[in-house]
């Protein structure tokens, strides 16, 4: 296979000519595919559905400390509740507060009560001329929403597969009191499927932030999100790390069962330290009644403990799994040796990141779109919708049918040399 | 009935030796009763146990539109169930956002919003040197931990049976453009039972806010809360009321299932004008992946539509009924005639509002611990927990069975003229 970047004009001009006749005969074909978010495909949700019965025919709806889940009562979460997603997070249940539906919300609400009340006692951020934090990127795109929404500066940091370039993030976050936080999806990485190496995991504990109030947004999303038994990747504990490191207070850790159970009706956590814990709970108590206790106990009655959620999640890895490798498999078929584009293989979480050539990216989802594929949007893995370089794409492969998948990555790998082609020839 | 104002000290020395001895006896039967929170009893929770089981038997768990309720999408309600709020708010569903849980959580995220981003491209609160809110007194005590919690003054502004006292209303906020907002619960007003009058109503959606930025937080949560079939109280609707006025975007109203299905598993919901509910959505649309698709469809289900939910409420009231009567039945046999308290006679609603003589409601409530009755704290009615004539005393009758609730309003009346007679006789 002759690399594009080797090819002659006249060789790159019948190339395009080619491929263009293949492009009109897909558009021709009216599709209409969906690789753009990290949904479950309905299968997946299939899997959950007894759930809708574990509350169905019992009259015993009381917790363990028999609290009627029925009546208000129990701010943050049912013992057992806070045991299964202590289970799932690696920490005590002591260091766990059961949320609503959605770990985002949390996220969300952690920086918004940063703003308007600071953080344990520092000043509120919105009396702060300036705010910033640290993004590696590619990185999740409705994280850099919020601190785009609360007016935050965002300053990249580049990804390795090792994790956030620690070099940067600890020179940039011992200068600057204005960094108070860093987003971090450190296992199963969105979009690359990277898992920090246990020395990040380390480096991060040992930070010394020159802000008190600097806080690591550990948004561990894919913990138990693995696509083999036999190859997974190992991610070290974040709050033990920093209890050891002397940093307790260093680490909000979120979760949430949302790619478990179901998107939307699951159940999220926080795992902190004690003291960040209280932070937390003090705003809690005036912002809401409790959340849903009936949901917690829906899900502990149905998961059981660690084993029942691996055990579920093996028959999500059996469904997704299948996928990942039909689009790796047509990426490497298709792409590999071209020099016109490089992606990721992860062992777990949701997504495939591929960069193109550079300004290749959003000819590529352009192109793709008008094809009937629509991708995540370019540029939406990075800060401000801006990727500097335009060539990173993420493939979110688990909601199509397999057979849709197989359409729309033979489109997706067609887009990929139109737009490499064009870019080659430039403008002629 | 000798009033006790009209009674010699020796008198009052005689019944308060009386009163200690029925006191003493009652203290050394250890009783835990609870008359705090307005909490449904278990009989009424188990009204709504079929809905555990509307979902556990089908495989259909699309909403009308086809979107499957167990994934990702829908921001703002499925479409049933802003019918179903809707009717239950009185206003069309394309003015209605459908929540999670808690509509308490809704209101404090509206002020949170309008601290960090302001109303509708208003000046963000935090940027304001003072921010103030009306607060009817009494009041629903978690209002007031809200706007406390943000550091946003109060001002007390009386209750009548017809509403807020509208004059003052009409003065401070037509002077004041720091004054952002009014608490309100219209309809059997949290704690008197009192509903707004049709002028009361028209009043308020005729409001001439000095600030643009001014809302009505309209808390209709006990619109459907009937207590009686033949004698309910009526409340004009606001949102039209607003909009007949000029003033559409005047009002936020809040309302939830909590007391009609279960407290922390129900769903709730904001009613505005569009421009408002932009403005809401601009804020879920960063801050969520979308509130829990399941439980709304799970209240469709089970409730269907607004007969459905008067046919449950009808339910509620023959459990609560007789408990708000036995309560009255005792104030009015053992206090009637007494001149040391006043009381509420609510159609409706979760409360019964007491006023003892000036300056004993804290040593009421402090008895009536110590004899083992809990009652909400003397104050919590007010702002910043301050009663000025420490008189209001909350009783919520809904909680405690029959029999214990009994037993707890014998002790209440006995800890009200104990309480009296020492005030009475000052401190001999």
């Not at 036999?230 to 790390?241: M, R, V």
């Not at 002397?246 to 998107?263: A, C, E, I, M, Q």
């Amino acid at each position: 296979m002759k690399k594009y970047g080797e090819m002659s004009k006249e060789e790159l001009r019948s190339l395009k000519s080619e491929l263009e006749h293949q492009y009109a005969d897909v558009k021709a074909q009216g599709l209409a595919l969906d690789m753009s978010r990290g949904k479950p495909g309905a299968e997946q949700l299939n899997l959950s559905m007894d759930m809708m019965k574990v509350l169905a025919d019992t009259t015993d709806l009381k917790c363990e400390t028999g609290v009627d889940c029925r009546n208000y009562g129990v701010i943050d979460g049912i013992p057992e509740a806070k045991r299964l997603l202590g289970e799932m997070s690696e920490v005590d249940p002591e260091h766990i507060i059961i949320y609503g539906n959605s770990s985002l919300n949390v996220m969300f609400d952690s920086i918004a009560r940063s703003m308007t009340h600071g953080v344990m006692g520092n000043t509120p951020w919105c009396k702060l001329d300036k705010v910033k934090f640290l993004c590696p990127v590619p990185g999740y795109d409705r994280h850099f929403k919020i601190t785009e929404y609360f007016g935050i500066e965002m300053i990249n940091v580049p990804m390795t597969p090792e994790g956030p370039d620690m070099d940067m993030v600890e020179k940039l976050v011992s200068e600057d009191d204005a960094i108070k936080g860093i987003w971090c999806v450190p296992k199963y990485s969105n979009p690359q499927g990277y898992t920090y190496s246990k020395e990040t995991v380390e480096r991060f504990a040992a930070l010394k932030p020159a802000a008190p109030d600097f806080r690591i947004y550990w948004d561990n999303a894919y913990s138990i999100h693995h696509l083999y038994d036999d190859n997974q990747d190992f991610l070290e504990e974040i709050l033990s790390a920093c209890a050891k490191a002397g940093n307790p207070n260093l680490v909000y850790k979120f979760t949430s069962t949302s790619k478990v159970s179901f998107p939307g009706s699951g159940i999220a956590a926080v795992a902190a330290s004690k003291a960040n814990l209280e932070d937390f709970r003090q705003y809690m108590q005036i912002q809401t009644i409790g959340h849903d206790k009936l949901n917690q106990l829906r899900h502990v009655r149905f998961f059981k403990d660690l084993e029942g959620l691996h055990a579920h999640m093996r028959k999500h890895a059996d469904i997704i799994r299948p996928k990942f490798e039909l689009v790796l498999d047509t990426l490497e078929r298709e792409l590999g040796g071209l020099g016109i584009g490089q992606w990721t293989k992860p062992h777990g979480g949701y997504f495939i990141s591929f960069d193109s050539m550079e300004g290749c990216a959003k000819a590529i989802v352009e192109k793709a779109k008008e094809a009937g594929v629509v991708m995540t949007g370019a540029g939406a893995t990075y800060p401000y919708g801006k990727d500097p370089k335009d060539s990173n794409i993420r493939i979110a492969p688990t909601f199509p049918s397999l057979e849709e998948l197989g359409k729309a990555a033979e489109i997706f790998v067609l887009c990929v040399k139109l737009a490499s082609v064009e870019k080659l020839l430039g403008n002629e």
